[in-house]
């Protein structure tokens, strides 16, 4: 069974740092997406960082050059660093797995692993809040 748990939110200020961490288990191959994606209340979940099983990755634009998007195959762990923190970053962040489908690589692109359709396994989140 695959479980999906994150770690790591909290409450820091602005300028601040923290990084998130997402343990993925219960699989045996992974060739397609995993990443990050965040929420507020009475808007939809939006992609903030992503990575194919071959290492590339892609980011929102709103979190380019302050947030790293990285996995550790030996302990199944995907970590998301942020940094620069600002208030807007206050959310709720899921972490997200595409385990079912097989992509060879070259033919899947970070930009559709944004979108949350690509997801079939989701932790319950870890919320992230940003004081100004």
């Known amino acids: 069974q695959v479980q999906v748990m994150e770690s790591g939110g909290g409450s820091v200020q602005t300028g601040g740092s923290l990084t998130l961490s997402c343990t993925v288990s219960g699989y045996s191959y992974w060739s397609s997406c995993m990443g990050w994606f965040r929420q507020v209340p009475d808007k939809e979940r939006e992609g903030v960082a992503v990575?194919?099983?071959?290492?590339?990755?892609g980011y929102a634009d709103s979190v380019k050059g302050r947030f790293t998007i990285s996995h550790d195959k030996d302990k199944n762990t995907l970590y998301l660093q942020m940094n620069s923190l600002r208030p807007e970053d206050t959310a709720l962040y899921y972490c997200?797995?595409?385990?079912?489908?097989?992509?060879?690589?070259?033919?899947?692109?970070?930009?559709?692993?944004?979108?949350?359709?690509?997801?079939?396994?989701w932790g319950q989140g870890t919320q992230v809040t940003v004081s100004s």
């Open positions: 997200a797995a595409d385990l079912d489908h097989e992509r060879a690589p070259g033919t899947w692109w970070p930009s559709h692993c944004m979108s949350t359709k690509e997801y079939n396994y």
């Open positions: 990575m194919l099983a071959d290492g590339d990755s």
